[in-house]
């Protein structure tokens, strides 16, 4: 398993960026299938992006295509989200997910990887929140 740990969440206003960041150790990095997903308060946990072994592969929650971009850097153990144009319901707290090739759990395919359990290791969270 690898152990995860998300930060660069913070308080900004309605069309600001953020860029998040999720480290992992424990593990190796490129063995690894990634995502991003949000939780707001008394909602369910969201996918809202995930990359590939090798980041030839991305995926997006309709909701942030075009505003969010997730990128991976295997020889620096990291995978990112960079967010531009935030809004209010953009508002959550950010976990990082992952998932090995190794795994049972794991699907080659990106779209059977949008779901919460698709992924076997999750970070503690960050929080984001978007002022209007």
């Known amino acids: 398993q690898v152990q995860l740990v998300e930060s660069g969440g913070g308080l900004v206003q309605a069309g600001g960026s953020l860029r998040l960041s999720c480290a992992g150790s424990?593990?190796?990095?490129?063995?690894?299938?990634m995502g991003w997903f949000r939780q707001a308060p008394g909602k369910e946990r969201e996918f809202v992006a995930g990359?590939?072994?090798?980041?030839?592969?991305?995926y997006y929650t309709a909701s942030v295509k075009g505003r969010f971009t997730i990128a991976r850097d295997n020889a620096k153990n990291t995978v990112y989200l960079q967010m531009k144009n935030l809004k209010p319901e953009d508002t959550a707290v950010y976990y990082c997910?992952?998932?090995?090739?190794?795994?049972?759990?794991?699907?080659?395919?990106?779209?059977?990887?949008?779901?919460?359990?698709?992924?076997?290791?999750w970070g503690q969270g960050t929080q984001v929140t978007v002022s209007s």
């Open positions: 990359i590939s072994l090798n980041g030839a592969s991305t």
């Open positions: 424990g593990g190796t990095f490129s063995n690894y299938a």
């Open positions: 997910a992952a998932v090995s090739r190794d795994s049972g759990t794991y699907s080659p395919f990106a779209s059977r990887r949008n779901t919460a359990q698709a992924y076997d290791d």
